[in-house]
Nanobody, 116 residues
Framework: QVQLVESGGGYVQPGGSLRLSCAASGTIYSIFTMGWYRQAPGKQRDLVATITRGGITNYADSVKGRFTISRDNVKRTIYLQMNSLKPEDTAVYYC??????????WGQGTQVTVSS
């Protein structure tokens, strides 16, 4: 069994920063693309950013220039550095990974609240 465990969410004022982490654990042979998604109340879950094993990144237009996704393959961990946060960034942020044998795996989510 594999797990994705997110951490780093919290409450921040507009313009502030947060850093999310997501670590994969279990018997894992290889992890392909990993990424972050978010879901605001009453809305669908949307892509925030993804990163391939080789480090190729993709971002939603709404976060380009403010968020940075990175990855440590040895630690099986991805990060999301979020700067210049806005109230509209408020959501539950979910980690996702395409893991060999297991397929698409989701974390439990971490709440990010941006408010003054």
């Amino acid at each position: 069994q594999v797990q994705l465990v997110e951490s780093g969410g919290g409450y921040v004022q507009p313009g502030g920063s947060l850093r999310l982490s997501c670590a994969a654990s279990g018997t894992i042979y290889s992890i392909f693309t990993m990424g972050w998604y978010r879901q605001a109340p009453g809305k669908q879950r949307d892509l925030v950013a993804t990163i391939t094993r080789g480090g190729i990144t993709n971002y939603a237009d709404s976060v380009k220039g403010r968020f940075t996704i990175s990855r440590d393959n040895v630690k099986r961990t991805i990060y999301l550095q979020m700067n210049s946060l806005k109230p509209e960034d408020t959501a539950v942020y979910y980690c996702n990974a395409d893991i060999m044998v297991y397929g698409n795996v989701w974390g439990q989510g971490t709440q990010v609240t941006v408010s003054s």
